[in-house]
């Protein structure tokens, strides 16, 4: 029987993936397999990725565009479908992080983190689906988080934005899966990365950290890359409408 989890023969975009979880699960898809096309809106970072994972022996292409700006997604993804060919994968992975308290936090500041982790996410999904409904197939990953479900100090706009985005997932599977799309979410924990950084070298915030978590420790972004492929694959055609998360255990446990 042909391998459920092959990707090869697909196309993956992959938003916000020159650097950190996005680029990991650029790593991910490829080594599956999959045709990968980068985005981000730094070109001198993109073209990095690119020949960093070029090297490896990997199939990539790149896709500058700001997601966040409407008229912009829409004239980039019908360049992708025209230029490139059908985007089999959209993994919907930018995203941002703003920090202060609730009472403090700025109103424009809560528009830029909406803008970024929830509109970007209608946007590119509707664009993309729109080309993915003609041909009755499809796969949308949204990256939630384990702030889809859980909430912490100083980051509430933060939560809110991906505890919207978990519905958000939930409502396109509802509305696309009749066409043949699966849409899923992947939730990931505290991973290190460049922008975790400072919590990671935080050692009060990562003694609370493996104190909570029941593996005990942060996650790599490779741990995301084996969940990434199923939700892309074949492997989960009948996996719609469901938030998958990796995250050590955090979610599961007071």
Known sequence: MPNPFSLEGRTALITGSSQGIGFSLARGLAA???????????T?????AKATLEAEGHRIKTAAFDVTHGPAVREAIDRIEREIGPIDILVNNAGIQRRAPLQDFAQETWAELMRTNLDSVFLVGQ??????????????INVCS??????????APYAASKGALKMLTKGMCTDWAPFGLQVNGLAPGYFETELTKPLVEDETFTAWLKGRTPARRWGTVEELNGAAVFLASAASDFVNGHILYVDGGITSCL
Request: avoid cysteine.
């Open 44 to 48: 001198t970072k993109l073209e990095a």
């Open 127 to 140: 664009a993309v689906a729109r080309h993915m409904i003609q041909r009755g197939r499809g796969k949308i």
């Open 146 to 155: 384990v702030q889809s479900e859980l909430a912490r100090p100083g980051i």
């Open 32 to 42: 599956a397999g999959a045709a990968v096309i980068l985005n981000g809106r730094d």
